[in-house]
């Protein structure tokens, strides 16, 4: 379970404070599949980086009883002076399972062959695509948060993440933050809407998805 | 999930473990040498120094071994500077790694304190037991009393580390002031003379310094009654828990308002 309760999020900036988030809750259960939609700036990166505990609100409280992955967002999160196989010892280390034999699963999910012996700072986009969705498959958790799946890679591996994620790790819960409807609908059962700072529910998906699209026009 | 302390003290030595590893090998490389080079870096820091303060006979005329003291006075240095150096500007490259929930703030200083306290504490050890079997030093009269002096000094880095690191993350100030501060402070902090030697009004200024009080003890418990140590381990402690108290807070503060990159 993992319950967000009257969150809050300010950031100080230059042009004074900026209220990113507004009073935003909701629960998300075992298994669940949750997506959030809304436009870009909408505050959907910084909801999903604090219910990751990555931040933390300003105010309000979420509680996490299941264990929660960090945002995969296929790029960040990664060391650019270090190889590949020492982002994943790192990962590994921090979380607390022993990298031996996820080596193996690296290195054949990859394809990144002697790169991974590289700095992934000579690394292409989509190499650093392959690399950070191995390692996030490293870990196992009960809730997967996905940032903006579908920007990267090609339809090879596309198909590959979708596979690890969405089939072998169907019966876990996620989050996905997104603008693409499309993607939501293939990926989620309820969807919710994060428009100038607030979280909006709704019955049905349709109804979401049709309250994004009118958004869209005005 | 409401974890235990045992439970995040795991997690935590999990996480200052895995940052120091990341530490060692984006700094050394695995290059010649590799992380040898966290030791062999202030070992030669150390004998340049001391090389150097042979030709220009400080600490002479005193009947201490030069090397001793040399070898006393300039690891005392090394153990704040460095700390507290490498504390500043420490979170900025890693912010990338904040993505990660258990991985703090307070983490980062941590992991870089430790690292340069081994390097420190390795290059003294090593530097001193060379000597000593050179027969151009004699070991610490009282080794324990050395041992309370360097912790002093490691509390007293580490605390300025945090201190520093913290307050940096907000104002660049301090990192531009640490530099100048740092050269004023070689002098002063007690490397290069011992406080009794000095006319007592300078005795009653330069004990406000307070790494001062850190390098007499350690000298006391090496020369034993062949010096006349000034020190009050009151006022160390009381300046080391203030910077820890302030630290602490600021960086509370502060990992509640970063972003990961």
Redesign the interface.
């Known amino acids: 379970m993992i319950e967000v309760d009257s969150v809050c999020k300010r950031y100080r900036t230059r042009t004074g404070v900026q209220h990113v988030l507004e009073n935003v809750g909701f629960t998300v259960s075992p298994g669940e599949k949750v997506g959030i939609l809304g436009r870009n700036g909408a505050g959907k990166s910084t909801l999903i980086r604090l219910i990751s505990g990555a931040e933390l609100p300003t105010s309000g409280r979420i509680m996490r009883s299941m264990s929660v992955s960090w945002p995969l967002a296929f790029s960040g999160g990664f060391q650019g002076s270090l190889t590949g196989l020492d982002n994943l010892r790192f990962i590994c280390r921090v979380y607390g399972v022993s990298h031996q034999e996820r080596v193996a699963y690296l290195e054949e999910f990859s394809e990144l062959g002697r790169y991974l012996r590289e700095p992934v700072k000579y690394y292409s986009a989509g190499m650093r695509a392959r690399l950070a969705f191995g390692i996030s498959m490293a870990v196992d958790f009960d809730c997967f948060l996905i940032d903006e799946i579908v920007a990267v890679g090609d339809n090879r591996f596309r198909q590959r993440c979708e596979r690890e994620l969405f089939e072998k790790r169907g019966d876990r819960a996620r989050i996905v933050v997104s603008h693409d409807p499309v993607f939501m609908r293939e990926h989620c059962e309820r969807a919710m809407l994060l428009e100038a700072g607030s979280l909006n529910t709704f019955d049905s998906f349709d109804q979401a998805l049709e309250h994004y699209a009118a958004g869209g026009r005005q | 999930?409401e974890a235990s302390l045992r439970k995040s003290l795991?997690?935590q030595c999990?996480?200052v473990?895995?940052l120091m590893?990341?530490e060692i090998?984006?700094r050394y490389g695995r290059h010649n040498i590799g992380f040898l080079w966290l030791f062999v870096e202030p070992m030669i820091f150390t004998l340049a120094v001391m090389s150097l303060w042979e030709l220009l006979q400080v600490g002479h005329g005193h009947g201490l071994p030069p090397a001793a003291f040399a070898i006393t006075g300039y690891s005392s240095i090394l153990m704040w500077r460095n700390i507290a150096g490498r504390c500043i500007n420490s979170v900025e490259p890693n912010l990338?790694?904040?993505?990660?929930?258990?991985?703090r703030v307070i983490d980062i200083f941590i992991a870089r304190a430790l690292l340069e306290f081994l390097g420190a504490t390795a290059s003294f050890l090593l530097l001193g037991t060379a000597f000593c079997s050179l027969g151009l030093a004699e070991g610490p009269v009282n080794i324990l009393a050395v041992l309370e002096g360097w912790m002093m000094l490691l509390w007293f880095g580490s605390s300025l580390g945090i201190f520093v690191g913290s307050f940096g993350i907000r104002y660049e100030l301090v990192e531009k002031l640490w530099h100048p501060l740092t050269y004023v402070m070689f002098p002063i902090s007690g490397a290069l003379f011992m406080v009794d030697w000095l006319p007592p009004p300078l005795q009653k200024a330069v004990l406000w310094v307070p790494m001062v009080h850190g390098v007499e003890m350690i000298r006391a418990g090496f020369f034993g009654n062949s010096v006349r140590p000034h020190f009050d381990l009151g006022y160390l402690s009381a300046v080391c828990l203030a910077l820890t108290t302030l630290g602490l807070a600021q960086s509370r503060i502060v990992?509640?308002?970063?972003?990961?990159?």
């Open positions: 999930m795991a997690i999990r996480v473990g895995a590893l990341r090998i984006t990338v790694l904040m993505h990660h929930r258990n991985v990992s509640r308002e970063l972003v990961p990159e």
